[in-house]
Nanobody, 121 residues
Framework: QVQLVESGGGLVQAGGSLRLSCVAS????????MAWYRQAPGKQRDLVAA???????NYADSVKGRFTISRDNAKNTVYLQMNTLKPEDTAVYYC???????????????WGQGTQVTVSS
């Protein structure tokens, strides 16, 4: 029953910045993990960054120092601030949540629809 809506994707030049947002809805009490994945054409979907409800984070080596993940638990929203973007960052970015708890249900995971990020050189 969890629904995820991503926004903030677009076209930017190399060296530019974008901020992605993902809002989770569905009578949610808590979300253990919120994360961002990305998938380029012909490649597998890989983890970009993740954050727990306690604030612990982890990042793919390729984005460390450039991307920052954060969350607003009151709004059930996760953000991905992407700086110093490179052409190799071009991909569809997907929001994922894990271990979602509600008074009505428990859901192990859910995916958003994805938002396109294109970085030109």
């Amino acid at each position: 029953q969890v629904q995820l809506v991503e926004s903030g994707g677009g076209l930017v030049q190399a060296g530019g910045s974008l901020r992605l947002s993902c809002v989770a809805s569905g009578n949610i009490f808590s979300i253990n993990v919120m994360a961002w994945y990305r998938q380029a054409p012909g490649k597998q979907r890989d983890l970009v960054a993740a954050i727990t409800d306690g604030g612990s984070t982890n990042y793919a080596d390729s984005v460390k120092g450039r991307f920052t993940i954060s969350r607003d638990n009151a709004k059930n929203t996760v953000y991905l601030q992407m700086n110093t973007l490179k052409p190799e960052d071009t991909a569809v970015y997907y929001c994922k949540v894990e271990k979602v708890r509600s008074s009505d249900y428990y859901q192990s995971h859910a995916w958003g629809q994805g938002t396109q990020v294109t970085v030109s050189s």
